[in-house]
């Protein structure tokens, strides 16, 4: 599966819009973006994902760059609940494979 | 609750005892996978069934470790003569379809402790 570089961590202010980044140069092109999400001592969570398309559900919006080497989460609205370790995968194969993630606090 | 099911919730064993672990995945999902996770990182990938059949396999699951998943329903992940490299979460997730455009759950994990 393609790598994925997201920053360790992140801060966001309650009621604002929290912003991931993640990079993933080398994806291919069938190769989807996943995101999931782990609160402390939990199983992750799943967000979203896409394959090219902008994608927006109940929880969070995805928007891939048009050459698809990089896609941005979006929480419209952040609370305290969605403090978080947020993780990006891309994946060919049916095993997921994650990275580190970004810890992201949202702070009041 | 019709979500992934995963028993113990912790299980505490002296080092060189075997553990098995229990998931029961959601209702009618093909796909099954387990995953390791130590404090501080990502989960590891370890072993991934569709139905029955296991079809892949991470070069973390050593010797020790066996996972079945017979008639394609729950599935048990065995730990035999456990180390106190193997403490971890070990999850549990499941999904439905043949391709690549569907997610899979996460139950709650279980977490061993190895003494």
């Known amino acids: 599966d393609a790598k994925t570089t997201q920053p360790p961590s992140m801060d966001c202010a309650e009621g604002r819009a929290a912003n991931l980044p993640c990079n993933h140069s080398t994806i291919s092109g069938n190769e989807y973006v996943y995101w999931y999400r782990q609160i402390h001592s939990q199983g992750p969570q799943y967000i979203i994902h896409?394959?090219?398309n902008n994608e927006t559900n109940e929880m969070a919006s995805l928007i891939i760059t048009e050459d698809r080497k990089s896609s941005t989460l979006i929480l419209p609205h952040a609370t305290l609940r969605d403090t978080a370790v947020y993780y990006c995968?891309?994946?060919?194969?049916?095993?997921?494979?994650f990275g580190a993630g970004t810890r992201l606090t949202v702070k009041p | 609750d019709t979500g992934v099911s995963q028993n113990p919730r912790h299980k505490i064993t002296k080092r060189g005892q075997n553990v098995t672990f229990r998931c029961d995945p959601i209702?009618?999902?093909?796909?099954l996978y387990w995953y390791r996770q130590t404090l501080g990182q990502g989960p590891e990938f370890l072993t991934y069934f569709q139905n029955e059949a296991q079809l892949e396999k991470s070069r973390l699951l050593s010797d020790r470790f066996s996972a079945e998943r017979p008639k394609g329903s729950f599935s048990t992940l065995e730990i035999q003569r456990t180390e106190q490299g193997d403490s971890a979460m070990y999850l549990c997730?499941?999904?439905?379809?043949?391709?690549?455009?569907?997610?899979?759950?996460f139950g709650q994990g279980t977490r061993l402790t190895v003494v």
């Open positions: 896409g394959l090219k």
């Open positions: 997730a499941s999904g439905l379809g043949q391709n690549l455009n569907t997610e899979a759950f």
């Open positions: 209702s009618e999902h093909n796909r």
């Open positions: 995968i891309v994946r060919v194969s049916f095993d997921m494979r």
